[in-house]
């Protein structure tokens, strides 16, 4: 298939060197014998070599200098791994381990295991007492629990932060 | 290719405090910088501001640059986000290859060459011009590769592609430069 779109591809391939070895060897060949290749990769390497000698905007006279008083301002900051403490991280996803389980405890505590297995219950939705999962004792604790845990890790949080600017 | 230091020494004196020697690294890519951004804005003042807040970002993440890839590529990268990121907040009109205008602009240029052909004969200065005519995309990848001195990997790094993607579009963006060049400077290449 020596469509003229097929022939550029495959030369535009051999010239960035980006062919495999026998297709390189192939096309080798080719342009000792072929005529129609031998004009289409003298056009192609042509554009290639003005490709390669086309010029580089320049910037201001300036710029160099501009660049370096805007640097002058600032800091190099830290490396983004020395500032994510993997511990703050393994500490919130024990915080939502702990609610998920929490209320997975919960959920099944409430399941009246002992009835028998008819599966058109025509459970109600408007006809259950949200309030009742809200007002036990054992949630408000546990609630209790998270909301403290929470508050330590954010503790923790802010501490390192004032630590950090107090060393800057 | 630079001569001198390379730009791993430079940076590890830049990271060891050496804020000066940041300035071999400007000077080096300041041109390459400022190109990838004409590429995203017509405006020099705006594609200058563009390549300066591109360098100051690089200067800042400096720590975060972990040598895995060539200083330049992690560089290009941070130019072309910072490109776009202007783009979003200026709300500029990218270059479109079928935009009216850019045929009318080219029109204008190749009246420009005929009216100063004298002092702009040069073939270079027409594949210059036929690159400013292509959309952000094609001129990108065209410069990334002739003069930026980077692979079709790296180009994949910078661009978020595959590097098979990248020899596609490369292909095509070196076909649609060549149509550009026959549509509008046949008769100047002819005279050369």
Same mark, same amino acid.
């Given at each position: 298939?020596?469509?003229?779109?097929?022939?550029?591809?495959? =030369?535009?391939? %051999?010239?960035?060197?980006?062919?495999?070895?026998?297709?390189?060897?192939?096309?080798?060949? =080719? =342009?000792?014998?072929? =005529?129609?290749?031998?004009?289409?990769?003298?056009?192609?390497?042509?554009?290639?070599?003005?490709?390669?000698?086309?010029?580089?905007?320049?910037?201001?006279?300036?710029?160099?200098?501009?660049?370096?008083?805007?640097?002058?301002?600032?800091?190099?900051?830290?490396?983004?791994?020395?500032?994510?403490?993997?511990?703050?991280?393994?500490?919130?996803?024990?915080?939502?381990?702990?609610?998920?389980?929490?209320?997975?405890? %919960?959920?099944?505590?409430?399941?009246?295991?002992?009835?028998?297995?008819?599966?058109?219950?025509?459970?109600?939705?408007?006809?259950?007492?949200?309030?009742?999962?809200?007002?036990?004792? %054992?949630?408000?604790?546990?609630?209790?629990?998270?909301?403290?845990?929470?508050?330590?890790?954010?503790?923790? %949080?802010?501490?390192?932060?004032?630590?950090?600017?107090?060393?800057? | 290719?630079?001569?001198?230091?390379?730009?791993?020494?430079?940076?590890?004196? &830049?990271?060891?405090?050496?804020?000066?020697?940041?300035?071999?690294? &400007?000077?080096?890519?300041?041109?390459? &910088?400022?190109?990838?951004?004409?590429?995203?804005?017509?405006?020099?003042?705006?594609? /200058?501001?563009?390549?300066?807040?591109?360098? &100051?970002?690089?200067?800042?993440?400096?720590?975060?640059?972990?040598?895995?890839?060539?200083?330049?590529?992690?560089?290009?990268?941070?130019?072309?986000?910072?490109?776009?990121?202007?783009?979003?907040?200026?709300?500029?009109?990218?270059?479109?290859?079928?935009?009216?205008?850019?045929?009318?602009?080219?029109?204008?240029?190749?009246?420009?060459?005929?009216?100063?052909?004298?002092?702009?004969?040069?073939?270079?200065?027409?594949?210059?011009?036929?690159?400013?005519?292509?959309?952000?995309?094609?001129?990108?990848?065209?410069?990334?590769?002739?003069?930026?001195?980077?692979?079709?990997? /790296?180009?994949?790094?910078?661009?978020?592609? /595959?590097?098979?993607?990248?020899?596609?579009?490369?292909?095509?963006?070196?076909?649609?430069?060549?149509?550009?060049? /026959?549509?509008?400077?046949?008769?100047?290449?002819?005279?050369?």
């Amino acid at each position: 298939m020596n469509t003229q779109k097929n022939i550029e591809e495959r =030369l535009w391939s %051999y010239i960035d060197g980006t062919s495999e070895v026998e297709e390189k060897s192939a096309i080798e060949q =080719l =342009l000792k014998e072929n =005529l129609e290749w031998q004009r289409k990769y003298k056009e192609l390497l042509d554009i290639n070599q003005l490709l390669h000698s086309t010029e580089l905007e320049e910037p201001s006279m300036r710029f160099t200098r501009n660049v370096m008083e805007e640097i002058a301002k600032y800091k190099i900051a830290p490396a983004t791994k020395t500032y994510i403490n993997k511990r703050i991280i393994y500490g919130i996803g024990a915080f939502f381990l702990t609610m998920i389980v929490g209320f997975l405890i %919960y959920g099944f505590g409430q399941i009246d295991w002992s009835a028998n297995g008819n599966l058109n219950t025509g459970i109600s939705l408007d006809k259950i007492d949200f309030s009742r999962f809200f007002n036990n004792t %054992y949630v408000n604790v546990f609630m209790m629990i998270n909301v403290v845990l929470g508050l330590m890790l954010l503790d923790r %949080y802010l501490s390192k932060k004032r630590d950090e600017a107090r060393h800057a | 290719m630079h001569t001198g230091p390379s730009d791993n020494e430079i940076l590890s004196r &830049v990271l060891q405090g050496d804020q000066h020697a940041y300035a071999e690294i &400007v000077k080096r890519y300041q041109s390459f &910088v400022f190109t990838i951004a004409l590429k995203y804005t017509p405006n020099r003042e705006d594609a /200058e501001e563009i390549a300066q807040d591109a360098f &100051v970002k690089a200067y800042r993440s400096l720590a975060d640059f972990r040598g895995e890839s060539k200083f330049s590529t992690w560089l290009y990268t941070i130019a072309t986000t910072t490109s776009l990121t202007f783009l979003r907040k200026k709300k500029l009109d990218i270059h479109s290859l079928d935009n009216e205008k850019v045929f009318e602009a080219a029109d204008s240029l190749d009246s420009g060459f005929r009216a100063n052909q004298v002092e702009q004969k040069s073939r270079i200065t027409m594949v210059n011009k036929a690159i400013g005519l292509l959309s952000t995309d094609d001129a990108q990848i065209i410069t990334l590769f002739y003069k930026g001195e980077q692979s079709l990997e /790296e180009i994949g790094q910078i661009l978020g592609l /595959e590097p098979n993607t990248v020899k596609v579009r490369l292909h095509r963006a070196r076909q649609r430069l060549k149509d550009k060049m /026959e549509k509008y400077f046949t008769a100047e290449l002819s005279d050369l």
